[in-house]
T-cell receptor
């Protein structure tokens, strides 16, 4: 199984809502990532979890709150988002080696209204 | 610091023509390099990677890339383009610390019949 599964595929939320994005992998990877991608732009790294601990936070606003409940799951909790946060949110996982590729999920298309 | 530069934000070819997408890297250590493809509203799929060893790397869907240290390049080629190759292509390098990938700005490949 080389899949990273993200749910939901699409999400529309108001600026006062609280929602969560979910990501799951069963490849035994101990590094997991959240990326944000705007249209016609490359993915921008948001967070990195290594062995279920947050290792990198790329100065992401606190309205985005990541969580790694176990080695297979990664969540991104959303609260009080702004319309400019609308984007494709990608989850990825990899082994804990620099020479390894990351496997990406299909993404969640988020629209903030 | 590690970085990649993709030359040409948009490349157009005819079906059956050679595809050449350019990527140059900057790295203070031997780099690990990757090419990913992204179809509309989807996640990223690995095409190929260079870690060590053979400098000509073959990937999926008939793509290959050659690592040239003297030119700090890792260009992606395919001898004969298909309509299905139309997509966004990203070159990436492993970060110096940790396992996250650093992406280039991407190249949109268009294929005409």
């Amino acid at each position: 199984d080389t899949e990273v599964t993200q749910t939901p595929k699409h999400l529309v939320m108001g600026m006062t809502n609280k929602k969560s994005l979910k990501c799951e992998q069963h490849m035994g990877h101990r590094a997991m990532y959240w990326y944000k991608q705007k249209a016609k732009k490359p993915p921008e790294l948001m967070f990195v979890y290594s062995y279920e601990k947050l290792s990198i936070n790329e100065s992401v606003p606190s309205r985005f709150s990541p969580e790694c409940p176990n080695s297979s799951l990664l969540n991104l909790h959303l609260h009080a988002l702004q319309p400019e946060d609308s984007a494709l949110y990608l989850c990825a996982s990899s082994r804990e080696d620099r020479n390894t590729e990351a496997f990406f999920g299909q993404g969640t298309r988020l629209t903030v209204v | 610091a590690q970085s990649v530069t993709q030359l040409g934000s948009h490349v157009s070819v005819s079906e059956g023509a050679l595809v050449l997408l350019r990527c140059n890297y900057s790295s203070s250590v031997p780099p690990y390099l990757f090419w990913y493809v992204q179809y509309p509203n989807q996640g990223l799929q690995l095409l190929l990677k260079y870690t060590t060893g053979a400098t000509l790397v073959k990937g999926i869907n008939g793509f290959e890339a050659e690592f040239k240290k003297s030119e700090t390049s890792f260009h992606l080629t395919k001898p004969s383009a298909h309509m299905s190759d139309a997509a966004e292509y990203f070159c990436a390098v492993s970060a110096l610390a940790g396992t996250a990938l650093i992406f280039g700005k991407g190249t949109t490949l268009s294929v005409s019949s």
